[in-house]
């Protein structure tokens, strides 16, 4: 998945209200196997490219670094190994953790 879509996708997914992430984990999961499946790329939602969506996403959430303190980045570091894979198999954990914080 390309850095802007990664980026755009979890954005959406930080803005999903709690109550449709059921719903829209079908659809994530679909969008990520397409993906990687079909992107130029042929990499995987695992590794560095999940630690890159995460860091892009802390970075899109807080990019003037006000908002998220050092305990919350190190409560929401263990997201970063695993986040391509939580969301191609419809998890939003990270997305609710880093909303729950960001509100």
Do not use: Q
């Amino acid at each position: 998945m390309s850095r802007p879509l990664r980026t755009a996708a979890l954005a959406i997914a930080a803005a999903i209200p709690a109550c449709a992430f059921a719903f829209a984990a079908e659809y994530a999961s679909s969008i990520c196997s397409t993906l990687a499946s079909t992107h130029v790329s042929g990499s995987t939602l695992e590794g560095d490219l999940s630690r890159r969506a995460w860091t892009n996403s802390i970075e899109s959430l807080d990019s003037s670094r006000m908002v998220f303190l050092a305990d919350d980045l190190d409560f929401l570091e263990p997201y970063g190994e695993r986040i391509g894979a939580d969301v191609e198999k419809g998890d939003f954990s990270f997305a609710l953790a880093a909303r729950t914080i960001y509100r």
